[in-house]
């Protein structure tokens, strides 16, 4: 079953704790991304990836890492965390042999809330 | 750049009844152009979208949307709601086949018994 995981769900932390949220498809894409959700605002792009070690900025980077050795996993870090980023966060894939055409995936989510 | 635009970001009607939910966007070339849905708890699913070709696009659960150059819209129809179709909707824009998709800031659907 064509899948993207994220892990954790759900994630309480402290202000300065570092934290990793991983991302992993099955589904062989090159490309991979991470938003976040916010009220009111929609999904914004932090960071996305176009193959192995390419890495971009979206809009919203500020506060994250990112990291492609492989193809499969995505993850996404907060070295520092701050209230701020308190947020729902998903990652995508999608192939890119067809373009546009091709569709995005999501992951689940994962809901962070940082103290 | 790329913009997309909702209009309502609520937007409630009665099961059996029309669902229209607006979209416009703003593009400098050609747009691709896509709706998703975000059931409760659930990630995105890609509803429907525009690349080229026919106008009128037609997706899952019933529902479509017309691309309309003229308007710059491409707003989400379906003929007739049903319970299951409450949801947040999300029309985004992407400029060409490598480029970012831009959401918009989504619309909750809901669906009055």
């Known amino acids: 079953e064509a899948q993207v995981t994220q892990n954790p769900r759900y994630l309480i932390t402290v202000t300065g704790k570092k934290l990793t949220v991983t991302c992993s498809q099955n589904m062989n894409h090159e490309y991979m991304s991470w938003y976040r959700q916010d009220p009111g605002l929609g999904l914004r792009q932090i960071y996305y990836?176009?193959?192995?070690?390419?890495?971009d900025k979206g809009d919203v980077p500020e506060g994250y890492k990112v990291s492609r050795k492989e193809k499969r996993n995505f993850p996404l870090i907060l070295e520092s965390p701050s209230p701020n980023q308190t947020s729902l966060y998903f990652c995508?894939?999608?192939?890119?042999?067809?373009?546009?055409?091709?569709?995005?995936?999501f992951g689940p989510g994962t809901r962070l809330l940082v103290l | 750049a790329q913009s997309v635009t909702q209009l309502g970001s609520h937007v409630s009607v009665s099961e059996g009844a029309l669902v229209l939910l607006r979209c416009n966007y703003s593009s400098s070339v050609p747009p691709y152009l896509f709706w998703y849905v975000q059931y409760p708890n659930q990630g995105l699913q890609l509803l429907l979208k525009?690349?080229?070709?026919?106008?009128l696009v037609k997706g899952i659960n019933g529902f479509e949307a017309e691309f309309k150059k003229s308007e710059t819209s491409f707003h989400l129809t379906k003929p007739s709601a049903h319970m299951s179709d409450a949801a947040e909707y999300f029309c985004?824009?992407?400029?060409?086949?490598?480029?970012?998709?831009?959401f918009g800031k989504g619309t909750r659907l809901h669906i009055l018994p």
């Open positions: 995508a894939s999608r192939g890119l042999a067809g373009g546009i055409q091709e569709t995005q995936y």
């Open positions: 990836s176009m193959n192995v070690e390419v890495t």
């Open positions: 985004a824009v992407s400029a060409s086949e490598d480029d970012k998709i831009i």
């Open positions: 525009y690349t080229t070709g026919a106008t």
